[in-house]
């Protein structure tokens, strides 16, 4: 299972860290991958961190629109993946969703939605201008 949380109101240029914590059984190798949906617009890739069990270091990959603003990381005591959003725009605006691939690449976390087969409920994030 997977429970998103952080979301809320926030002015542009602001901060935001959303919070993804699973729990359950997972495989030894996969990645968790943040979506985000905007009212009317189709879901789209956020950032996606990847790792295998017997690893000791995590890969990340972004969306071109997020890149060098957000950044995933993950505690892996806590079982928690976080998105620490920053200068955020309206455009930023929209429900975030995360969600696990269970046979990611460890190297090479994945942005095609269809690859994450478990989903949490969104938490709303929006950016006022």
């Known amino acids: 299972q997977l429970q998103a949380s952080g979301g809320g109101l926030v002015q542009a240029g602001g901060s935001l860290r959303l919070a993804c914590a699973a729990s359950?059984?997972?495989?030894?190798?996969?990645?968790i991958g943040w979506f985000r949906q905007a009212p009317g617009e189709e879901r789209e890739f956020v950032a996606a961190?990847?790792?295998?069990?017997?690893?000791?270091?995590?890969?990340?990959y972004y969306a071109d629109s997020v890149k060098g603003r957000f950044t995933i990381s993950r505690d892996g005591a806590k079982n928690t993946v976080y998105l620490q959003m920053g200068s955020l725009k309206a455009e930023d605006t929209g429900v975030y969703y995360c969600a696990l691939d269970p046979a990611s690449n460890p190297r090479y976390p994945s942005s095609i939605r269809d690859r994450y087969r478990y989903w949490g409920k969104g938490t709303l994030v929006t950016i006022s201008s």
């Open positions: 961190i990847s790792w295998s069990t017997s690893w000791s270091s995590s890969n990340t």
């Open positions: 359950g059984r997972t495989s030894s190798s996969y990645a």
